[in-house]
């Protein structure tokens, strides 16, 4: 399967602290990307990544990207209740038609 | 940023009947869409890439004459369910990407129960 691995399947934290959410996957890619999915509903893109980047952030968001590890983290700080959502990462392999392959996601509870 | 809209947001049918789930892009031509389903608490799994003029591209397992998607315009893609089962029951997803975009644009989901 080319879809990557997130750790953990659901965190559960209270409002104020960080979430930092874990994806693995299996070969080189383009870039990859962080979505959002709050329960029933489509999704939302949050950040992208290029494979020559190795730190991006927007706003409360910081991603970084190890292509060594095939690897990458989603750390939202100063968590609010309002950031309850799935998480998935989702990969842009190199050659390939443009899709987006998702990693099993990341539910994440904020406790108010 | 984009907006991508997609109907019906739900649908219950009956067995043997087919469902028409349409996605547009509401702000911007869509080059590419993409059809996804998800089940409950899982990911999303891609079914097929629709290319505007062309046929389909599904993906390893998904049968074509069941899921028929169809790509007429720059904003709109169509997934026709025919002859729906029980087991087609699931949230179906489209998304779309422009010219030389990277990121997808997603619709809000047709949670389809076939009964």
């Known amino acids: 399967s080319q879809q990557g691995e997130e750790d953990p399947q659901a965190l559960s934290i209270q409002e104020g602290e960080n979430a930092t959410m874990n994806c693995s996957y299996k070969?080189?890619?383009?870039?990859l990307q962080w979505y959002r999915q709050n329960s029933g509903r489509g999704l939302v893109h949050l950040i992208l990544?290029?494979?020559?980047?190795r730190e991006k952030h927007s706003g409360r968001l910081r991603v970084t990207l190890d292509t060594s590890k095939k690897s990458s983290s989603l750390l939202i700080t100063a968590s609010r209740a309002a950031d309850t959502a799935s998480y998935f990462c989702a990969t842009d392999y190199s050659g390939n038609t443009g899709k987006l392959i998702f990693g099993q996601g990341t539910t994440l509870q904020v406790k108010p | 940023g984009a907006v991508v809209s997609q109907h019906p947001s739900r649908v219950i049918c009956k067995s043997g009947t087919s469902v028409k789930i349409e996605c547009r892009s509401l702000d911007f031509q869509a080059t590419t869409m993409f059809w996804y389903r998800q089940f409950p608490k899982q990911s999303l799994m891609l079914m097929a890439t629709s290319n505007e003029g062309s046929k389909a591209t599904y993906e390893q397992g998904v049968e074509k004459d069941k899921f028929l998607i169809n790509h007429a315009s720059l904003t709109l893609s169509t997934l026709t369910v025919t002859s729906a089962h029980p087991e087609d029951s699931s949230f179906y997803i489209c998304s779309a990407r422009g010219r030389q975009g990277e990121k997808l644009f997603f619709g809000s989901g047709t949670q389809l129960s076939v009964l």
């Open positions: 990544i290029r494979s020559n980047e």
């Open positions: 070969t080189s890619i383009n870039n």
